[in-house]
């Protein structure tokens, strides 16, 4: 399968730098990946020191993309996977955003994980990045969740992407194209393009499915769009997978750790809040699964 790995970054050459080790350590894995940095530009970037620790790496590069311009996170990964998956004809992507730093097997068990979930139709993303919700060991390297939460990675076929890529589209040209992102309609994005689109009722996909009918599944926002609920095309994924039906999951342990303390969305105190601050750095060495079994809650 034709798949590039991306890296979306701008600033921050210190997790960089980390992220790229982290690389290195999965360096066996990387064959048969074309591997792609997109970076912000403007007057705050660092472009030159993040082309400077790629250029110095171990990790093979196939193209760094320098934005003239500080796009954001948001115009950045949309247009990211605009190029990979509908210019350049990738069949899958894994995302890797500069602040989060990969464990050893983890873009081995990225593959594994994705390879076995193609079989269901009702797959969107998946992930090997988790807060675990309780203490793991060997024994839950092969245990898996449906989640909501947190976008710092994952794993996206095409076959998925041509189907939510309209809301994705409709999202940035109405609300990112040549707004400044402290300008942006927060609230018409909530209830102009959101609400329209959003249901808390679960479509049921035909075809084979992981999910039952019955199975419980919290929904990405709730009974109701509340106005504080986030807007980011993160938020804007969220809700595209859950219009067509797709569920995102994530294996319970997790194969990487999140760093990026202060950024766009996050200080000292939002990352406490969220409990990333207790985040254990486990090295996982074992066989990494080709099966996985879904825990249910």
């Known amino acids: 399968m034709k798949t590039a790995l991306f890296t979306a970054s701008y600033n921050r050459p210190e ?39 790629i250029n110095s790496s171990t990790i093979p590069v196939h193209s760094i993309i320098l934005r003239e311009v500080n796009y954001g996170v948001g115009l950045n990964i949309i247009g990211a996977r605009r190029m990979l998956f509908d210019e350049l004809g990738y069949a899958r992507i894994i995302l890797i955003e500069e602040d989060l730093i990969p464990g050893p097997n983890f873009i081995k068990t990225t593959i594994s994980l994705a390879n076995w979930a193609r079989q269901f139709n009702d797959v969107g993303l998946v992930q090997v990045w988790n807060l675990p919700k309780r203490p793991v060991d060997e024994s ?7 989640t909501n939460e947190h976008f710092y990675t994952y794993s996206m076929d095409v076959e998925v992407w041509s189907e939510i890529k309209e809301t994705i589209y409709a999202y940035e040209r109405d609300y990112l194209v040549g707004v400044d992102y402290a300008r942006k309609d927060w609230r018409g994005i909530r209830k102009k393009f959101m609400k329209p689109r959003y249901s808390p009722q679960r479509v049921i996909r035909d075809g ?9 599944i ?26 067509k039906g797709y569920v995102r999951i994530a294996t319970i342990v ?22 990333l601050n207790n985040q254990a750095r486990y090295i996982w060495e074992q066989e990494v699964p080709e099966v996985f079994r879904l825990l249910d809650k």
Request: aromatic fraction near 6%; charged fraction near 25%.
């Open 254 to 275: 997790p194969r990487c750790n999140m760093r990026g303390i202060d950024g766009v969305h996050s200080n000292a105190k939002v990352f406490e809040k969220l409990g």
């Open 208 to 216: 084979n499915c992981l999910f039952a009918k019955d199975f419980l």
């Open 218 to 243: 919290v929904n990405p926002f709730g009974r109701r769009l509340k106005r504080t609920v986030p807007t980011s095309q993160d938020a804007i994924t969220a809700l595209a997978l859950w219009e």
């Open 15 to 53: 997790l960089m730098e980390q992220l790229l080790s982290g690389l290195e350590e999965n360096r066996d894995s990387l064959n048969g990946l074309d591997i792609f940095h997109f970076i912000d530009g403007g007057p705050n970037s660092k472009q030159d020191e993040i082309i400077g620790l």
């Open 140 to 146: 839950d390297l092969d245990a898996i969740e449906a």
